[in-house]
């Protein structure tokens, strides 16, 4: 069966320091990734997804990144964190069909003091 | 704009009852509607998906679609209070691996 792993659980880091977290998809192959934040009280927002290794669509445009350097491990990254950047991140698979629906790791709750 | 819309609640339903929660959606090329349980401070899991009009049962859920209206609606019978949690409703984009996701419905369900 599939399992993803995102981590870490929760991270409280300073502004302007650097953020990397990472997602790992296990028991498929070419699996679509996808990176969402979740603000308090609030939606779903699509921040990056990738078909492939090397493959990055960004939907926001703000101070992150995402990189696919495996194909089934996916980082999102910054160089300086904001405070808008607090949050829960959410990694996710689908399989690589359209219409398929998404599978979450448990998020990482970020905090930036 | 392609939009799904959820009316945010909360819902409150006594426990035993049916509870309905409702979705509209604007993208006429949406083909596939999925359903997702958020609990307080966890990720959404997966409930149900439905691709053809009509009902699609899974134990107390059972998902209806309708889309000459682009309706979707989730029914919960026997409602627990473990079924107290938000619920998200998304919809495929035409032709595009990303899915158009609604604000949420809070439920609360009454011991």
């Known amino acids: 069966s599939q399992t993803i792993h995102q981590w870490p659980a929760t991270l409280v880091q300073p502004v302007g320091s650097p953020l990397s977290l990472e997602c790992t998809v296990e028991?498929?192959?070419?699996?679509?990734l996808y990176w969402y934040r979740q603000a308090a009280g609030r939606g779903l927002q699509l921040l990056f997804y990738s078909v492939g290794i090397g493959q990055i669509s960004s939907e926001v445009p703000q101070n992150l990144s995402a990189s696919r350097p495996q194909d089934r491990q996916f980082i999102l990254s910054s160089k300086k964190l904001l405070l808008s950047d607090s949050g829960f991140y959410l990694c996710?698979?689908?399989?690589?069909?359209?219409?398929?629906?998404?599978?979450f790791g448990n998020g990482t709750r970020l905090t930036v003091t | 704009q392609k939009e799904v819309e959820q009316n945010s609640g909360p819902l409150s339903v006594p426990e035993g009852a049916i509870a309905s929660l409702n979705c509209t959606y604007s993208?006429?090329?949406?083909?596939?509607f999925f359903w997702y349980r958020q609990y307080s401070g966890k990720s959404p899991e997966l409930i149900m998906f439905i691709y053809s009009n009509g009902d699609k049962e899974d134990g107390r859920f059972t998902a209806q679609l309708n889309k000459a209206s682009q309706y979707v609606s989730l029914l919960i019978r026997d409602s627990q209070p473990s079924d107290s949690a938000t619920y998200l409703c998304?919809?495929?984009?035409?032709?595009?691996?990303?899915?158009?996701w609604g604000a949420g419905t809070k439920l609360i369900i009454k011991p």
């Open positions: 998304a919809a495929s984009m035409d032709s595009n691996y990303q899915l158009i």
């Open positions: 996710a698979w689908s399989t690589w069909d359209f219409g398929t629906p998404l599978h």
């Open positions: 993208d006429r090329g949406s083909q596939s």
């Open positions: 028991g498929t192959s070419n699996p679509n």
